[in-house]
Structures are given as C-alpha cells and as structure tokens.
C-alpha cells in the first residue's frame, strides 16, 4: 500500500514562528503535492513538485514556500506564520506525468494562536 | 479555471439506504476521482474514473465525459461510510507543468443506525 506520512498531527505555533511540516511518500511517486483544507473553501492546493528541486506555485502559495531535496520527502515552510493560516494542511503524491490516482497523508492539523 | 459542483452538500441516511452522490464539471477532463474523508480527516481515494463504470465492493461510480459528470453510488450504507465524500477533476487541456486537480465543496454523508 501506498504510504504518505505527515510528521505532525497536531502542531499549536505562535504568531510570527517559522513553521515546518513534513511530509515523505514511500512509492517513489514523482508529484507532490501540499493542500489546505478549511471549512467552506474545499481543499485548495498551496504548492506542488513534480520533481525532485522542482516546484510549481497553486493556487494560494503567498505566505508558504516548499523544499523537495530528495524525491521521497517535500516540505512546507511558513516563513512567519499568521493566525490566518491555522488550517488542516494535507500533503499528497502521485506517479508523474499526467495526474494519476493521488494518495493523501493523514494530515496536519496546525493552531497559529 | 474548471468548476467542480458537488450535490447535495448534505444527506443523512438510515443504515442500509442507497445513495447517489453528483459531481458535475465545467470542463473536458481527463481526470476524475472520488475520495472519501473520514471523521478524523484521512482522505482515502476510492475510485480513478475520467470515463466508464467501476465497482468497489458496495460503491461504485460512473463518469460520462461527454454530459461532464460522475456519479458515486452507495448501496446498503454503514455507519463506517460517514464522513465527506469529495471528487476533484483535472482539465484536459491544462497546459505544460500542470498537474492541478479542482476539487469540489464535498456532500457530507451522515448514516445513521
């Protein structure tokens, strides 16, 4: 089975931190991909990777910026994290090309207080 | 960009009820899949399906391109089927380096004993 795991479940940050969230894939999947979820919004796509040093900016990238060193793992970076960004945030991957069936992480549910 | 437009937004059923959940698209797509999220926020994909009929066990789910909608079909409900139930949708005709899915709001699904 595919795995997607996310380092943190549950993370409660202050006002102006820099934030990590970690996010590895276990099926050598070329894309992945970060969401945010939140209530009444859906899931709205942050950044994606379709390679390894590669990324691609979705549809809300102000505020985060990615780090895809090793095709396995594509962190999400909040440079100086705001309570506007306490959200559920959903990592995801998928074999390349053309989206495939994508497999999601159990997600991280983030507090910016 | 494409629209996703999920309906109902809620249904609650008694245990054993069938259900059709629809999911119509603005746009030719050439990626369709349905996904269900549990209470504790774990998106699972049930079905890759941009056209045809597929069956999963008590679900299954058919995509007609060419009207541009999918339907997720649920017989003999269990509580275990409770969450939300989202598809996403991927244009044909997305461009170079896009590998974005559009998701729909999701229906809730609340099966009751």
């Known amino acids: 089975d595919v795995k997607v795991t996310q380092s943190s479940r549950y993370l409660v940050k202050r006002t102006g931190e820099k934030v990590f969230l970690e996010c590895v894939q276990d099926m050598d999947h070329e894309n992945m991909f970060w969401y945010r979820q939140d209530p009444g919004l859906g899931l709205r796509l942050i950044y994606f990777?379709?390679?390894?040093?590669?990324?691609e900016k979705g549809d809300i990238p102000e505020g985060y910026s990615v780090s895809r060193e090793k095709k396995e793992r594509f962190s999400l970076i909040l440079e100086s994290a705001s309570t506007n960004q306490t959200s559920m945030y959903l990592c995801?991957?998928?074999?390349?090309?053309?989206?495939?069936?994508?497999?999601f992480g159990e997600g991280s549910w983030l507090t910016v207080v | 960009g494409i629209q996703v437009e999920q309906s109902p937004p809620d249904l609650i059923l008694q245990e054993g009820a069938n259900s059709t959940l629809r999911c119509n698209f603005s746009?030719?797509?050439?990626?369709l899949q349905w996904f269900h999220q549990n209470p504790w926020g774990q998106l699972i994909n049930l079905f890759y399906?941009?056209?045809g009929t597929k069956q999963n066990g008590r679900l299954s789910a058919t995509t007609v391109a060419t009207e541009r909608y999918s339907l997720l079909y649920i017989s003999s409900s269990q509580t275990t089927d409770s969450g939300v139930y989202f598809c996403a949708a991927h244009l044909t005709y997305s461009g170079a380096g896009s590998y974005q899915l559009t998701f729909g709001k999701g229906t809730k699904l609340s099966v009751i004993p």
């Open positions: 995801a991957s998928s074999f390349g090309g053309d989206v495939n069936t994508i497999y």
């Open positions: 990777s379709y390679d390894v040093k590669m990324k």
């Open positions: 746009d030719s797509v050439n990626n």
């Open positions: 399906i941009p056209s």
